[in-house]
């Protein structure tokens, strides 16, 4: 009968689930989120999403979790500054967006 208990015990001591998962969501989000710069005037919030959009749909190698998902979830810029953040669903999305970062300013922006 012990062995049970200890097993009961250890699961008791273990942090809650939803306080892990708040932890874990917060890192998360970090790695989901792109830094761009040299974001100009001439650069259209919803110009950039369908831009990254299209451009991360046609990555071969990707393997979206939903593919009727847009990889961009949202865009943030920051006009004073020059910059902006972009939030994608995955994290995948964000690594193909920050391999693209350098074509997406001398070809397109």
Avoid at 12 to 40: D, E, F
Avoid at 79 to 97: C, G, L
Wanted: net charge negative; with cysteine.
């Amino acid at each position: 009968g012990m062995t049970g208990m200890t097993g009961i015990a250890g699961i008791n001591a273990m942090p809650s689930l939803p306080a892990m998962l708040q932890a874990n969501s917060h890192a998360q989000r970090q790695a989901r989120r792109v830094y761009l710069g040299n974001i100009t005037d001439a650069i259209v919030e919803t110009e950039l999403i369908s831009f990254l959009n299209s451009r991360i749909k046609a990555v071969p190698e990707r393997t979206p979790l939903n593919p009727t998902l847009d990889p961009v979830v949202s865009v943030s810029i920051n006009r004073e500054k020059a910059y902006a953040f972009v939030e994608f669903h995955s994290e995948q999305d964000a690594d193909i967006a920050v391999c693209m970062d350098g074509v997406l300013y001398k070809n397109v922006l």
